[in-house]
């Protein structure tokens, strides 16, 4: 599925020469990130359907991110977690692609968990994240 727009989430902050909607500069309280990413994400409306990146603690928030986007109706192209904390997989999620982007980074802790990212069958790519992202918005 082509990509209509690139959501780059609080905690995920990367200058991508793609159409983006660039949320990575509000900070947002652990409780309330969810529910507030959804809602900037409802108001500006982006072009569906949505990549969405996840950074680091962030990423363990993809799920309950991507049930908000399917309860507005919103599609999302698939989800990419860079350096990530993974998150718990449910009866329906992941509903779209999963990358997991390991850059050089990565602590040994990180890369650690890719395994379990591999044997879920998510892709697993190391490297730059800019570049990577770019790539997988590219796809078609």
Do not use: K
């Amino acid at each position: 599925m082509a990509v209509g727009t690139v959501v780059l989430t609080p905690g995920a902050s990367f200058a991508l020469a793609l159409p983006t909607l660039d949320l990575s500069d509000h900070h947002l309280p652990p409780d309330e990130w969810t529910a507030r990413c959804a809602l900037m994400i409802a108001a500006a409306n982006p072009a569906p359907p949505a990549l969405l990146v996840l950074a680091r603690d962030h990423a363990a928030n993809a799920p309950a991110l991507g049930f908000a986007q399917r309860s507005a109706r919103r599609a999302v192209a698939g989800y990419v977690l860079v350096d990530p904390v993974l998150p718990a997989v449910g009866g329906d999620w992941p509903d779209a692609p999963v990358t997991v982007i390991l850059t050089p980074g990565a602590d040994t802790d990180t890369r650690s968990a890719a395994l379990g990212a591999r044997l879920r069958g998510w892709e697993v790519v190391e490297g730059e994240a800019v570049g990577l992202i770019g790539q997988i918005a590219t796809r078609p």
